[in-house]
C-alpha cells in the first residue's frame, strides 16, 4: 500500500502543492466569509429557518451531484469524475485514512473549486434568491449554504482519519464513518452517496 500511494502522490499531486497551504487557504476563506455574512444578518426564527432550508438544499445539491456527476462520466465533466476517481483510487475502504498533509490533495476541493463558489455559485443562488424570497432571508440563506459547504469539507475529512481518532466520540460521527468507507469499497456506484447525512440515501435506498 506504501508503495502504491507513493507512486500515486508522485502521478498525480503538483511538485508545488502544499497541503497546509490549502487547508489554511481553505479556512480562512470559509472563517471569513460565515463571520461577515453571520454578523450581517439578523438573526430572528424566520432567518434560523432559512438556514435550515438551505442546509436541507445544499445536502440535496451535494447527493446528486455525487451521484450522477462524479461518479459518471457525464459530456464536459470528465475533469471532475477523474478528480473523483482519484479520491476513490488514493483512499479505499480498507484506508480510508491519510498519512501526509498533502494526501488532502485528493481529499479537499481544490482551491479553484472554493473560489468558484464564492464567485459565481453563491452570486448565482443569492441572485436567483432575490426573486422568490423577501429581503431579510437572503442573507441567512447564503449563510446556510456557506455553511454548508464547511461542513461537508470538516465532515469529509474526519470520515478520512483513523477508525481510532477522538472525533468518532462525536455524535453520529463513528456510523458516517463507516457507511463513507461502505462508499469507498467495490459498492462505490451504488451505496451511501450522502457524505455528510444519509436522508436522500435512505429515500432512493442507496443506504447500505
Ligand atoms: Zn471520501
Ligand atoms: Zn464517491
Known amino acids: 500500500m506504501e508503495r502504491y500511494r507513493k507512486a500515486f502522490r508522485k502521478k498525480v499531486i503538483p511538485q508545488y502543492y502544499s497541503g497546509k497551504f ?3 487557504f481553505f479556512s480562512m476563506i470559509q472563517l471569513s466569509v460565515i463571520l461577515i455574512i453571520g454578523t450581517k ?22 447527493y446528486f451531484l455525487h451521484r450522477f456527476l462524479l461518479h459518471r462520466k ?10 473523483h476517481h482519484w479520491h476513490h483510487t488514493f483512499y479505499q475502504s480498507h484506508s480510508m485514512e491519510y498519512d501526509h498533509l498533502d494526501d488532502v490533495y485528493m481529499l479537499l476541493m481544490p ?16 441572485f436567483m434568491a432575490e426573486i422568490f424570497l423577501p429581503q431579510n432571508l437572503i442573507l441567512p ?18 470520515e478520512h482519519l ?17 457507511g463513507h468507507a461502505i462508499h469507498h469499497s467495490k459498492l462505490k456506484d451504488v451505496a451511501n452517496f450522502g457524505i455528510v447525512e444519509p436522508s436522500w440515501d435512505y429515500i432512493f435506498k442507496t443506504k447500505f
Open 22 to 24: 490549502h487547508v489554511v
Open 41 to 62: 444578518c439578523e438573526w430572528k426564527i424566520d432567518s434560523l429557518l432559512m438556514v435550515l432550508l438551505a442546509l436541507g438544499y445544499a445536502s440535496t445539491f451535494t
Open 74 to 83: 457525464l459530456p464536459g465533466f470528465g475533469w471532475a469524475f477523474k478528480m
Open 111 to 126: 482551491p479553484w473549486i472554493q473560489i468558484f463558489y464564492f464567485v459565481i455559485y453563491l452570486p448565482g443562488l443569492v
Open 141 to 158: 440563506f447564503a449563510f446556510g449554504l456557506t455553511l454548508w459547504y464547511g461542513i461537508y469539507e470538516l465532515v469529509h475529512w474526519i
Open 162 to 178: 483513523p477508525a481510532t481518532h477522538w472525533s468518532m466520540k462525536l455524535p453520529f460521527m463513528n456510523s458516517a464513518r463507516q
